[in-house]
């Protein structure tokens, strides 16, 4: 059974159009992490929450918002996407900050 | 500095054993991982280690920590087709125990 969901598996948006991206665990874990990963490189750490506390990163752009309205599921708003965000989402969870995190398949964010 | 780092590549024969290496530069890293990517997925959890062990053995992967050189090694016995992926490298840092660093990735391939 998928333990760390995301949806959609491929999104496609217009340059400067809002898109939503969808992350949902049955893990019941408390921490939920975004990761944005371009192509050949280190997945980078957008933003995390550790149950409703939300900890940015700080070279993360003020583009990247996130919500997670229970424990179940976390959500990814890019409020005007441009060409350089056109790269892979990975959502991860783990029980808490000192755990190991499991991840997601991914979503495949392209920008026209 | 933050860096994990790994060579890009490695090309093996199937029936081979691959290593895979990884130097990291925090001696504070409490947990070493060993992640694996197949094309348009998540990262899948392999193995890891705690940093007060110097090896750990599942299966056909071992993991070796040499943590005065903070080097980490995978190794995969009798390499198969299938374990053609980018494996990537990633340290837990405490203390702000969130932080997870992963190294760039080392893409194998596996030859018929």
């Known amino acids: 059974d998928a333990m760390v969901i995301q949806n959609p598996r491929y999104q496609v948006t217009q340059f400067g159009k809002p898109v939503t991206l969808s992350c949902s665990q049955t893990l019941n874990h408390n921490v939920m992490y975004w990761y944005q990963q371009k192509s050949s490189q280190a997945p980078k750490l957008l933003f995390h929450?550790?149950?409703?506390?939300?900890?940015n990163e700080a070279d993360t752009p003020d583009n990247f918002q996130s919500r997670r309205p229970n424990t179940s599921f976390c959500f990814l708003d890019i409020r005007s996407p441009g060409l350089g965000d056109a790269a892979m989402y990975l959502c991860a969870t783990s029980r808490r900050d000192t755990d190991t995190q499991y991840f997601g398949p991914g979503t495949r964010l392209t920008v026209l | 500095g933050e860096d994990v780092e790994q060579s890009l590549f490695l090309s093996v024969r199937e029936g081979d054993s691959s290593v895979i290496n990884c130097t990291y530069t925090d001696s504070s890293s409490t947990y070493l991982y060993w992640y694996k990517q197949e094309p348009g997925a998540g990262l899948q959890l392999l193995t890891y280690?705690?940093?007060?062990?110097d090896m750990k053995q599942d299966q056909r992967l071992t993991v070796l920590l040499n943590k005065k050189d903070k080097h980490l090694s995978l190794r995969i016995a009798d390499t198969q087709t299938g374990d053609s992926a980018i494996y990537f490298c990633?340290?837990?840092?405490?203390?702000?125990?969130?932080?997870?660093?992963f190294g760039a990735g080392t893409r194998l391939f596996v030859k018929a």
């Open positions: 929450y550790y149950d409703k506390d939300f900890n």
């Open positions: 990633a340290e837990r840092r405490a203390p702000g125990g969130f932080k997870t660093i």
């Open positions: 280690i705690f940093s007060n062990m």
